[in-house]
């Protein structure tokens, strides 16, 4: 899934990594006694500088943007479909890279990075949860070399996934592939979630997530959500007013650009589109 033609693996450069000064790009491959560099108070983690991109010449997808996102943010992107929220999002893992501009992580290009330690270090969960013909176990391990059972349990459990796996015929070792039908959509998410859980990210993109979700799932989903994006960054694709409540910023993109960046309070104080959307929200929410 993750294969990716267009981008270059990287292999020489920096790795993006947990140390216990916190996240920092190892250059010790370069430099003997530097090796780490630390993102400087008040800068931010990830940086898009006027990043153009299209798939096809000639047909620009995202234009000219510009974003600072700082370490611990949960950012909502909010925007009509079609808007490229996935494409900009797609571009922080380097699924794609810019045609023009750059993006930054630590003050480093991103195309500078290891592109195994960065992908190591990003999540990204869609409403489409693809489970493999293989047991619970290494369908949630998928993604995290050498996970002990233990580790597996743990993150089911902090998924709200724990108990309704230990249902199933052969717990953890029944076979998703069999019994995916069986799962029901909050049930294969919360497997996504466990997942994402286990390989413990420190940038998580939730790209529509709990779109599809039932109403009783989506408050565990909620909960949980919430619990998993503490102490990380994150974006949250989504139009749930309960998570564009606990984002700690909200951007809006319109047609490829950004047409609004705000906290919840600013935009619907400043912003018409999103006052717009609020209010069908909120009489839907009402209702
Ligand atoms: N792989 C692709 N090849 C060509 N065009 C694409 C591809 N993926 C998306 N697009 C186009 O890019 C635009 C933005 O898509 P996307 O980023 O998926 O928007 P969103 O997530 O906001 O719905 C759309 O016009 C879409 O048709
Ligand atoms: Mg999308």
Redesign the pocket.
């Known amino acids: 899934m993750d294969k990716q033609p267009r981008v270059s693996a990287n292999c020489e450069g920096p790795a993006f990594i947990h140390t216990a000064h916190g996240l920092c790009l190892d250059y010790s491959t370069r430099h003997g006694d530097m090796p780490f560099k630390t993102p400087e108070v008040g800068n931010p983690m990830i940086e898009f500088k006027g990043v153009c991109f299209s798939?096809?010449p000639g047909?620009p997808?995202l234009s000219n943007i510009n974003l600072s996102i700082f370490e611990g943010e949960t950012i909502a992107i909010l925007?009509?479909?079609?808007?490229?929220?996935?494409?900009?999002?797609?571009m922080i893992p380097r699924f794609y890279d810019p045609d023009h501009g750059t993006i930054f992580l630590n003050g480093e290009d991103l195309r500078n990075i290891n592109l195994r330690s960065l992908r190591k270090k990003v999540s990204v969960v869609t409403q489409e949860t693809v489970l493999f013909d293989d047991t619970i176990y290494n369908n949630i391990a998928y993604g995290t070399r050498g996970a002990t059972k233990a580790s597996i349990e743990s993150a089911a459990n902090k998924a709200f996934a724990h108990d309704f796996i230990l249902n199933l015929p052969k717990g953890y070792e029944t076979m998703a592939g069999e019994s995916g039908n069986k799962l029901s959509g909050g049930q294969k998410q919360r497997i996504a979630l466990a997942r994402a859980i286990l390989r413990d990210p420190a940038i998580i993109i939730l790209?529509?997530f709990t779109s599809q979700s039932d109403p009783e799932s989506e408050v565990l989903i909620h909960k949980v959500m919430k619990e998993f994006l503490k102490g990380r960054t994150s974006f949250v694709?989504t139009h749930r007013l309960n998570t564009l409540e606990i984002a700690s910023r909200i951007i809006v993109?319109d047609a490829?650009v950004v047409a609004a960046v705000g906290t919840h309070k600013e935009l619907i104080e400043n912003c018409a589109a999103y006052q717009r959307m609020f209010e069908v929200h909120g009489k839907r929410l009402s209702a």
């Open positions: 798939y096809d047909r997808i925007g009509h479909n079609g808007s490229g929220k996935s494409t900009l999002m797609g790209d529509e694709i993109l490829g």
